[in-house]
């Protein structure tokens, strides 16, 4: 029997989705973004639920796309996913609300862009390395652009280094960074306060907020999509690749 990557659990008007591919620290493969967009689905054509909230087990929220996945062909499925995901989010007739207990690398950071509320415990850490490997975070960039100053987008997009929540928080990608021991409780008095949202209200006000973005997901989705798999194939990227696969298994 094959072991579920992502799990959804519905209790009192709140749908939690729990991503849990440890073995590969929940990177996008193809079977994880299916299935979360089967439970995002679910979850937003469900009358009962009013908020979802998106966190992981284990100690990574999620490390990005599958690189040794990719490379073995068909690399142009992975980022489509990736923007099926970021639209389905912004798109979803449900407030999505992500807790962030663990570091966030890469295409990862795709699904917090496209999030409507972000907490993040203070040790977590992001990273945006594609620039490292010969790529470019494309698809994830029609979210990011969205959170991110101009400034703070050049600075790590460019350089592919590790910040931490509280500048995450101050440039925009998370809504609010706290201690540790506290995520659990601001996470739980932000779904207390959405809950006290209608669902007209909270699903008519989430596409005024989010207009632009799920405009730009439409506009620039697939040259976003089509570029990501273009670099993923350049013999520099490969190569890139290659050597880091290597490296994370020695």
């Known amino acids: 029997m094959t ?3 992502v799990h959804r659990d519905t209790t009192g008007g709140l749908a939690t989705i729990t991503l849990d591919s440890p073995h590969n620290r929940n990177a996008l493969s193809s079977r994880l973004t299916a299935e979360l967009g089967e439970h995002l689905t679910a979850a937003g054509q469900d009358a009962g639920v009013h908020v979802v909230l998106l966190r992981s087990s284990g100690r990574v929220f999620c490390s990005g796309a599958d690189l ?6 068909r690399a142009d499925d992975g980022p489509r996913a990736i923007v099926g995901l ?7 007739p449900k407030p999505v609300v992500v807790e962030l207990a663990g570091p966030v690398r890469a295409g990862g950071l795709g699904l917090v862009g496209a999030a409507d509320i972000v907490i993040a415990a203070a040790s977590v850490t992001f990273a945006l ?4 490997l010969g790529l470019a975070p494309s698809v994830i960039s029609l979210s990011l652009l969205a959170r991110l100053s101009p400034r703070a987008v050049a600075d790590v997009f460019l350089s592919g280094r590790t910040f931490d929540a509280a500048e995450a928080a101050a440039v925009g990608l998370v809504t609010r960074c706290v201690p540790d021991d506290e995520l659990a409780a601001a996470v739980g008095d932000t779904i207390t306060e959405l809950r006290k949202g209608s669902p007209q ?10 207009g632009d973005l799920v405009a730009r997901i439409d506009r620039d989705g697939e040259e976003a999509a089509r570029r990501s798999a273009a670099l993923f194939a350049s013999p520099e990227a490969q190569h890139a690749v290659q050597a880091f696969l290597s490296r994370s298994r020695s």
Do not use: P, W
């Open 3 to 5: 072991t579920s990557l």
């Open 86 to 92: 970021q639209h389905q989010i912004a798109t979803l």
């Open 68 to 73: 040794a996945e990719a490379r073995q062909g």
């Open 201 to 210: 209200g909270l699903a008519e006000t989430k596409r005024l907020v989010n």
């Open 129 to 132: 390395t594609e620039v490292r």
